[in-house]
């Protein structure tokens, strides 16, 4: 058994950590890993111990039954941003339902855990941010200023090979991503950055 699937199982008590499905010796109930696509490089957790049938429907749009994940009211409440995550996604995707909306409204997540939702979210056309050379930006990607740039509303100006390590990208906007700049997060413009390797 890896670490992962040990620590899942322990923090679980043996049962799906979105619809309370347990693997008991009477029922069996197939409980395997569900990595949380689109999850920043810098989170450790990204996983959650999920039942087959939630599994099938979070990898399948065509397969999902609103009446099953009726049972997120409950898995809402969790303080692993991991479940937070899959919650908040899949109560977005149901909201032509008219329930899901006031779940979504009462739930509570650090600021982190809702930006790393929101950028699991296709709304309309797909976003996808590209560095100055054409290379598509992740979340948590390493980039280098390219020219000196103002800063609005500060009198800072980001010089011209500033690296700006772990970038998180503006959802809703495919020219911007958001960085450190020394002390200051700023909003930077995707065609003055260029994506840097790994090794840089």
Known sequence: MSDTSQLLEERSGNTCELCAAADTLEVKVH?????????????????????????????????????????????MWSPVPAIQVVVYRMLDQLRPEGWPVDLIEMMYMEEETKKWAEEGIQRGPKIIHKDVNGNILHRGDSVVIIKDLDVKGSSLIAKRGTAVRNISLVHDNANQIEGRVGPTQVVLLTQYVKKTSKED
């Open 31 to 75: 409980l395997d890993i569900y990595k949380v696509p689109d999850s920043p490089k810098n989170v450790k957790d990204t996983a959650v111990l999920a039942c087959e049938t939630c599994r099938k429907q979070l990898e399948d749009e065509s397969l999902v039954d609103p009446n099953h994940w009726r049972v997120l009211n409950d898995a």
